[in-house]
């Protein structure tokens, strides 16, 4: 068996044996996926637009922004890093694989809510499925390395608490996930510029679905790529394997970096 | 020097101001276990970590096996195998997989036959965190080992295990140094130290204050040799006093307890003396002073409590 396929399949099974990893893998997001597809279609029969994709993102984020920095925070602060660096894991490894496999977690959740969503609550169903696959994989990349950056960070588990909802709540409140971007007030429109589940929800809406979007969906995508990428560089920049061995004493504020994508995205839509 | 196969040469360390290790050199020979002793902060930890790569010394030369650990990580991990204090597993790893994928990661084959040696044979699928202190200890050094490293770095690996275990990773550690494996064992336990090791360097506030084989340092040191007589008649409780080199004397029970400065000239007299009285002597006990008399003698010596 090879370090890689190993190291995948230990961390996948933690995201089903370990009961929090199960719940912000599975039963969190399919939960909530459920409640919404019974009570707010049938409140809010306009959520169907909506549901497929907004689901979709909320079972991305719940894995990736609530479910993979803990561990890494609980890893490094345990020592667990340190044993790992002693036999030869490389800090890429650390990072990826842990991101891969709740990425895949993310997906299966996903899938299940592709292949539900029109049968079970009558979700209005994407024009364009290779693209709503496509727009998937980058959301789940994207968060998927927001979730590292943000364990990277972190100095304990109250601060990814404190990171986590930073980005999750708005996400949820002013990402498009719940109201359409274009129907909120053009102040939160440029508001929630700032915020990846905004990009996400374009892109699903203008590549998959084939609808007119407050913002381009193709800078969108190139949005989420770039953020994703540079999430990627900064964690291995600011990787640490021992909390109480600062080697490199860059300030976690560099993480603040990861907003120069969203920023430019913004002053491209003011400007376009 | 032959078989030298870890090598420290005015190796310094500081954290900001704080100087934890200041020019220390020692060598460690193939097949040996070597201690590194010293009250908490007085660099052990600092020492390892820099040797185990994990940290990285201001100026000096650390080398094990030729090789530097922090300029060429890659091959130091093969050649190491290192228990550490704490534990370093995810609690959800079971037995097995941690087998799996430490031996994944050093490009070996996982090495079943040393849990089988460690007990822990019955224990492969049960995860890390339901382990007790002695099999998650049992494990930490199977691990260190099924690479079959020619160095293990061992930093307290008795802390916390009951007389059994302890003698059981004892009698795994002396069968490691009979195969040519090389140890150096940090330890606060001093009577593990005594029994174990070849040779033990002393380590205080950053300084090695004394190295040797503990029967070196022992015989170093103004401790006392303890001499415990007990005759038939019992009448050396009555010529208390009456023998050379005795500083101190006492009666407990059946004994006459001596403390000498010579022992051989005080046990040729105490001998002389019973056989001149036609006494018959019973038991004669001889303990020369211990490691842990002479760490604390240097280290009280040295300020530290």
Redesign the interface.
């Known amino acids: 068996m090879t370090a890689f396929s190993s190291h995948f399949l230990f961390e996948f099974k933690t995201g089903l044996r370990n009961s929090s990893a199960m719940l912000v893998n599975y039963l969190l997001p399919l939960g909530f996926y459920a409640a919404m597809g019974f009570v707010m279609v049938a409140i809010n029969p306009g959520f169907k637009d909506l549901l497929l994709p907004s689901m979709i993102v909320f079972a991305i984020m719940s894995s990736t922004i609530l479910g993979l920095p803990n561990p890494l925070v609980e890893y490094r602060e345990a020592g667990i890093f340190r044993s790992y660096k002693i036999n030869g894991v490389p800090a890429l490894s650390i990072l990826s694989i842990p991101a891969i496999s709740t990425i895949i977690h993310a997906l299966i959740v996903s899938g299940i809510i592709m292949l539900t969503a029109t049968p079970f609550f009558d979700a209005v169903a994407p024009q364009n499925w290779p693209a709503l696959v496509g727009v998937t994989l980058l959301t789940a990349f994207t968060f998927g390395t927001l979730g590292m950056l943000i364990g990277v960070i972190s100095s304990s588990a109250r601060s990814v608490v404190l990171w986590s909802q930073l980005i999750y709540l708005p996400s949820i409140l002013l990402g498009g996930l719940m109201i359409p971007t274009a129907m909120m007030p053009e102040s939160v429109q440029k508001l929630s510029g700032l915020i990846p589940s905004t990009y996400a929800m374009q892109a699903f809406f203008g590549l998959a679905f084939e609808q007119e979007t407050a913002f381009n969906p193709w800078l969108s995508v190139a949005t989420l790529l770039v953020s994703g990428i540079l999430a990627l560089v900064l964690s291995m920049y600011l990787f640490n394997w021992d909390s109480n061995n600062q080697t490199r004493k860059t300030s976690p504020l560099l993480a603040l970096l990861i907003l120069v994508p969203f920023i430019i995205a913004t002053l491209i839509d003011f400007v376009l | 020097m032959d078989n030298e196969i870890i090598s420290i040469k005015e190796f310094t360390k500081s954290y900001d101001d704080f100087v934890a290790v200041n020019k220390i050199n020692f060598s460690v020979k193939e097949g040996e276990i070597f201690g590194l002793l010293g009250p908490n902060g007085a660099g052990k930890t600092t020492t390892l ?1 820099c040797l ?5 010394p201001d100026s000096g030369e650390l080398h094990i096996l030729g090789v530097d650990p922090h300029r060429d ?2 091959k130091l ?2 050649i ?1 195998g ?1 228990q ?1 204090q ?5 609690d ?2 079971t037995v097995r ?1 941690a087998m ?3 031996s ?4 070996s084959p996982p090495n079943y036959e040393i849990l089988t040696r460690m007990g822990l044979d019955e224990k492969r699928d049960t ?1 890390y965190h339901q382990l007790s202190t002695g099999q998650k200890r049992r494990l930490s050094l199977a ?1 260190a080992i099924a690479h079959d490293p020619p160095v293990i770095i061992l930093d307290e690996p008795t802390a916390g295990l009951d007389v059994a275990s302890r003698s059981e990773l004892h009698g795994i550690m002396q069968e490691l140094r009979a195969g040519g494996t090389t140890i150096i064992l940090a330890t606060h336990d001093m009577a593990e130290a005594e029994k174990m090791t070849d040779r033990v360097a002393i380590l205080l506030r950053g300084q090695i204050v004394d190295s040797g084989s503990p029967r070196e340092l022992t015989s170093k040191g103004g401790g006392l040799t303890k001499i415990s007589v007990r005759t038939a008649a019992s009448l050396l409780h009555e010529h208390l006093g009456e023998f050379p080199a005795v500083t101190q004397q006492l009666i407990k029970e059946e004994y006459t307890i001596y403390y000498s400065t010579d022992p051989g000239a005080t046990v040729s007299a105490l001998l002389e003396f019973i056989k001149v009285q036609g006494d018959n002597l019973i038991d004669l006990r001889v303990e020369r002073p211990t490691l842990e008399e002479r760490f604390l003698e240097i280290t009280t010596a040295g300020g530290i409590q």
């Open positions: 970590e185990e790569g994990l940290r990285l990580p890659r991990r093969n190491i290192v550490l704490t534990s370093g597993l995810p959800t790893m997989e799996n994928f430490f994944a990661y050093h490009a995860q691990l």
